[in-house]
């Protein structure tokens, strides 16, 4: 339950204020040509954090006010659009560690989740205040529990949910399938011994 516990205490906030927000925004196609996810980071919202001269735009992630927040507050329908595993994993480059929305695109969330990613959903109303907190003090701490379903921002206590099985994962510490797998290799390897078809190769 260590897991669990860490995961009460998050950090401070990033607003990412706007609707429909979809992966080609989170990160451009043109810098998904990679071997691995390495450095992905420096390419996440490219487009709307720079000019074509490389200078900067306004956008959250390049204020100085947000350096260092590891949970992201966005509205609806957040990772839309394809189903590229870059999107997130630029975002977990960055920083994050949980993300805050009225809901998101379903397969951003699950790969948010087998990232150990938080992908929370809360009202719209509650996301409103979140992000009106954030925006005006940027240092306040946000805390979320997962099994109580709860977010915390100064002295302001929320409601939020999850799938069932998203939450557990990570309140078990069980979202992590590679750890488990090594975790457990002899019974893997006692199992592949038993199935007839195995045994040919």
């Not at 839309?80 to 870059?86: A, I, Y």
């Not at 509650?126 to 709860?150: C, F, G, N, W, Y």
């Amino acid at each position: 339950m260590e897991e669990s516990k860490r995961l009460k205490t998050i950090g401070t906030g990033i607003p990412i204020p706007g609707n429909d927000t979809d992966t080609d925004r989170i990160i451009p196609a043109r810098y998904m040509k990679c071997v691995t996810f390495d450095g992905l980071e420096k390419y996440a919202f490219y487009d709307e954090r720079f000019h074509e001269d490389g200078s900067e735009k306004e956008h959250p992630f390049n204020e100085s006010r947000y350096e260092g927040g590891s949970v992201f507050i966005v509205n609806k329908n957040f990772g839309c659009g394809s189903s590229r595993e870059h999107a997130p994993q630029a975002l977990v480059r960055f920083g994050m560690r949980a993300i805050i929305g009225e809901s998101f695109a379903e397969i951003f969330a699950g790969n948010c989740a087998a990232l150990g990613v938080l992908a929370v959903t809360a009202g719209q109303d509650d996301v409103e205040k979140i992000m009106a907190v954030v925006q005006d003090q940027p240092q306040t701490e946000i805390r979320i529990d997962l099994e109580s379903k709860i977010v915390v921002y100064g002295e302001v206590t929320a409601a939020i949910d999850m799938p069932e099985a998203f939450r557990m994962s990570l309140v078990e510490g069980s979202w992590d399938t590679t750890a488990q797998l090594l975790a457990n290799e002899p019974e893997i390897h006692k199992t592949a011994a038993e199935i007839p078809y195995l045994s040919l190769i």
